[in-house]
């Protein structure tokens, strides 16, 4: 029977697993701290986009392509892409993020030859039929970092790390994976690398954005190793506020108890970080602990953009499929592989329309607490922030939240993409329909209309109370 097992315990110990690469903390992370900021205007772009392999990349990509067409009359020369501040990320949804986020508008250009139609699946093992893959699968993933990793870096990063996105960019970047022993989400952020006592401006974009990707079985988790000792850590008080706070989101008290975990040995050595997609396939969790470190009603906006802002808008790239109803015509399955993948399917499909609510909650109560302070500003005040009181009124901002999904698009085109798979290679023809639906469904999303109605001087607050978009579609109000 030894003998027998021997090959078997042998295909086991081949599985890839991936030592810790991040350092421990030298100074502090405080510098990567980057504001969430309005810039000059009166327009804030939010984005947010999901996972789905290279169809999540392709459709972000499509809406980005959009944005870039849509505002142009404002004379900016990457129209709506100008006014994006922040991006946060998950999977597929993260190469795009991270792009966006290290290069700016111009990160673009040629991404769809560079990424989209090629083969990011090259360093990969991808074939079921391999005994070594199955067992490799099932004593904790196939691929390691050497594989999509090594793919983003040659192709689009090029070693590129945090700090140098902090250094780069204006647009504040989340990426986005899952803690699987706390089973929250794990933020790529200078506060969950403080709990860590490790240099986060060390790390690689393509170690975040692999590990935001590492779906269960096809890749093995990135491990982070807790340098606990090597810093000295002290919990920011909107964290313990968090944790004991008993009206603070339950999903707050869980990332709390997560980054504490990362101060005790006795619980943490290592951090395992599988897809983000699990846990938050929207990557909300930045914005609700934004919202958490928050110390006054405008921030984390600085009071002379609070009292400037007059549009935002937050817009979340879905790129899931609808539900696949081939096993339920049969008494049999799913098993084995299928069965793994339903499961996983299961959790971020859940995780998305919980993060979509959240997020929405989020910005409901920002809105509110943002005009109730604004209503109380005095005259005195308002001149001296904004410059002038022409024009002014306090009530006068609109925080909206919208999807741009399949959902929207004609049913035959629909169907079509609910086909797409969730891989990182797909034919060209593929990406360029999903390209095309990332277009078309940004372009029908009401809130982006009613953004646009604003900029070209629409009577958007009547449109919006009404539940009437630009284009006559409905518009769904946060209050």
Known sequence: MRRALLPFLFLLSCAPWNQPQNQPLQGENAALVEPLTAGDGEVYIGLAFSGGGMRATAFAYGMLQELRAAGVETGTPNGLLDQVRLVSGVSGGSVMAAQLGLYGPEGLTGFRERYLITNAEAYMTTSALNPLTIVKGISGGVNGRDTFGRYLDDTLFHGATFADLRRHSHIKTWINATDMANNTPFLFSPETFDALCSDLSKVKLSEAVAASAAFPLAFTPIVLEAHQGECTYREPDWLTAARYNP?????????????????????????????????????????????????????????????????????????????????????????????????????????????????????????????????????????????????????????????????????????????????????????????????????????????????????????????????????????
């Open 247 to 479: 009206e603070a989101t339950a999903a707050m008290r869980a990332h709390a108890r997560a980054l504490e975990s990362y101060t005790r040995p006795e619980e943490v050595k290592f951090v395992k970080l599988l897809d983000g997609g699990i846990t938050d396939n929207f990557g909300t969790t930045g914005l609700a602990v934004e919202r958490a470190r928050a110390q006054q009603p405008y921030a984390p906006l600085t009071p002379e953009e609070a009292v400037k802002l007059k549009r935002m808008l937050f817009l979340v790239a879905n790129a899931g499929v609808e539900k696949d109803y081939d096993w339920t015509q049969k008494v049999a399955g799913p098993g084995g592989v299928n069965l793994a993948m339903s499961i996983a399917t299961s959790a971020m499909s859940a995780a998305s329309r919980s993060g979509y609510d959240s997020m929405r909650g989020e910005m409901r109560l920002w809105e509110s607490e943002l005009i109730e302070w604004r209503c109380a500003l005095p005259l005195s005040e308002v001149r001296r922030l904004r410059g002038t009181t022409e024009g002014w009124d306090c009530k006068d901002v609109k925080l909206l939240v919208g999807e741009a999904s399949f959902a929207a698009l004609p049913t035959d085109m629909r169907d079509k993409l609910d086909a797409v798979p969730t891989r990182l290679k797909l034919p060209t023809d593929q990406v360029d329909m999903v390209i095309e639906a990332g277009r078309m469904a940004t372009r029908l999303s009401p809130e982006f209309n009613g953004l646009l109605a604003s900029l070209t001087g629409n009577d958007i607050d009547t449109r919006i109370q009404t539940g009437i978009a630009a284009g006559g579609r409905r518009v769904t109000p946060l209050n």
